[in-house]
Nanobody
Framework: VHLVESGGGQVQDGDSLRLSCTAS????????MSWFRQAPGKDREFVGG???????SIADAVKGRFTISRDNSQNTVHLQMNNLKRDDTAIYYC???????????????????WGQGIPVTVSS
């Protein structure tokens, strides 16, 4: 499975960004997809995930500001990030929990396919 992220960039505090991740190459749209992020000097952390029916879960750190959605016809998952803060600065990765028919997991070890990552920088 090949994952390609897009939509990152540099924004100001309070701005919005929408990340997208498109899957190809043997991907099944019934598998959960998730977003993780890794800030400099920190561990990779779960941001949010979504199962194929559209039921999503969002980490407490971004709840109320970030939402996740998916378009199964396009094999794409989106991460809408509103009211961005400097602490949101990180490399954002999408991941697929292959061969799973349950929901997304917050544990990165449960994901076997990852995108290359896309930087998001929030400045004040």
């Amino acid at each position: 499975v090949h994952l390609v992220e897009s939509g990152g960039g540099q924004v100001q505090d309070g701005d919005s960004l929408r990340l997208s991740c498109t899957a190809s190459g043997g991907y099944s749209n019934v598998w959960p997809m998730s977003w993780f992020r890794q800030a400099p000097g920190k561990d990779r952390e779960f941001v949010g995930g979504i199962e194929w029916r559209g039921v999503s879960s969002i980490a407490d750190a971004v709840k109320g500001r970030f939402t996740i959605s998916r378009d199964n016809s396009q094999n794409t998952v989106h991460l809408q990030m509103n009211n961005l803060k400097r602490d949101d600065t990180a490399i954002y990765y999408c991941a697929v929990r292959m061969l799973s028919y349950t929901g997304p997991s917050p544990d990165s070890k449960d994901y076997s396919s990852w995108g290359q990552g896309i930087p998001v920088t929030v400045s004040s």
